[in-house]
């Protein structure tokens, strides 16, 4: 089965909360300012063409054009809620009203012989850029049939003297199929470019949203440590005096029970810390831990699914063989996290995990027993929302391309540098036929300082 590029939806942002990549509103009131804008334009042009050219134009239609526009923009800015945000059919509706009225407008003006017809490009500029897919086709087939309207069926332009102002048919031709091809050009540049923008935003909120997640994981594992820490002290002195007390009224047997009653419950409390801090690993009060440490608290949520993950640690030749400590950040942990899931999710049976250093840098490698990424997507790994077109390894897998992305924006905050390829034929190891994640650090980006120490625990602020 091929390697979807991607992680589960609801890994990033929590249960039932997906980043929407077309998931843009439009404010009313930007509309109806963006209206007012070219109501002012449209009965500027109109008073221009008659006082400064001496051009005969329908004033009384045209403004009445005009003012239907005005009518409606009175209405919302009257009656609709100045914070309404509209999308899809709505935002659609409002666009399409302004396409008509300035059609119509052309319509009376000369058609594509007024320069002014340039500007229903506009109305689906706005919509590729804001809108969903469908929406933005609506706008874009109304346009092109009323700029071929307009095209065809307009009244001339005229001097006063009666003398008409009419471009060549060849050029009239020209204009509507350079105002055409405007429209299918612009509205598609502009998608794409929209697109990326939110599906780019989107991602990086998940990224956010994980690294918050994990960095509240890491202090909780922290406070949890240093309260069985704080707590361990008083909690024996309790169960030594209880112990004490049981002792001395072995004829009481009422109050015996009492202070047998006061040891069960300090006994259930270390139990309790104990068992918490094991939920939130052993060391996470730890800064730096050593690199198989931190390795395998990356890979331990995904040991018991099955697949064999396997963790091995070697110096490269001519290097002294003492494994390095590492710094614990959250970041580290979660990106690598999201590699090793991906990885198992997609194993036939087994992931490798390699570590490697030198005195200047340290290289990790993840590998399993798969068949590895499409190859027409190898050149896009690591983009937010880069899906595979075949089917996924696991029916419930909502793919959503966010896993690699939030992997390899994490690590390389940390100063990694990452690259994803399949495995190489007729390799050392032919069972490792699948993917190949390596993660390159400068050893000074991530190496725990030599006399890094925990310090004190420090009280919790409020």
Known sequence: MARQIAERGTSALGPGLTPDPEGAWLSLRTLILLRWMAVAGQAAALIAAISFFDLDVPLGTGLLIVGVSVAVNLTLALRGPGNLRLTGTPAMLMLLFDLV???????????LSNPFALLMLAPVTVAASALTLRPTLVLGGVSILLVTLVWRIHLPLHYRNGTVVEMPDLFRFGFWLATVIGIL?????????????????????????????????????????????????????????????????????????????????????????????????????????????????????????????????????????????????????????????????????????????????????????????????????????????????RPEYEGMGLGLFIAKTLLERTGARLSFANAAEGRAHPERRGAVVEVTWPAAAVRAPADLAVGANRPIEG
Not at 101 to 111: K, V, Y
């Open 101 to 111: 009225q300035l059609a119509a407008l052309i319509g009376i003006t000369g058609g």
């Open 185 to 393: 050009f612009l509205g598609l540049y502009v998608r794409r470019v929209a697109t990326e923008v939110r599906s780019m935003s989107n991602a990086l909120l998940a990224t956010q949203m994980a690294l918050a997640r994990e960095q509240k994981l890491t202090d909780l594992g922290g406070v949890v440590a240093a309260a069985a820490h704080e707590l361990g002290t008083p909690l024996a002195t309790i169960k030594l005096v209880s112990a004490e007390m049981m002792d001395a009224l072995e004829g009481q047997p009422d109050i015996r029970e009492d202070a047998q009653l006061i040891r069960e419950q300090a006994d259930r409390c270390t139990a309790i810390l104990r068992s918490m801090g094991r939920a939130g690993k052993d060391d996470l009060h730890m800064h730096a831990a050593p690199l198989g440490a931190v390795l395998r608290e990356a890979a331990e949520p995904h040991m018991h699914r099955g697949k064999t993950v396997g963790i091995d640690l070697t110096p490269d030749p001519g290097t002294p063989g003492r494994e390095p400590s590492i710094l614990r950040r959250p970041e580290i942990i979660h990106g690598l996290r999201n590699l090793i899931q991906n990885a198992v999710d997609f194993s036939a049976a087994q992931v490798w995990i390699e570590g490697e250093w030198t005195s200047d840098r340290i290289l990790l490698r993840i590998t399993d027993d798969g068949e590895g990424y499409p190859p027409q997507l190898l050149g896009r790994i690591g983009d937010p929302f880069v899906r595979s077109r075949r089917a996924p390894a």
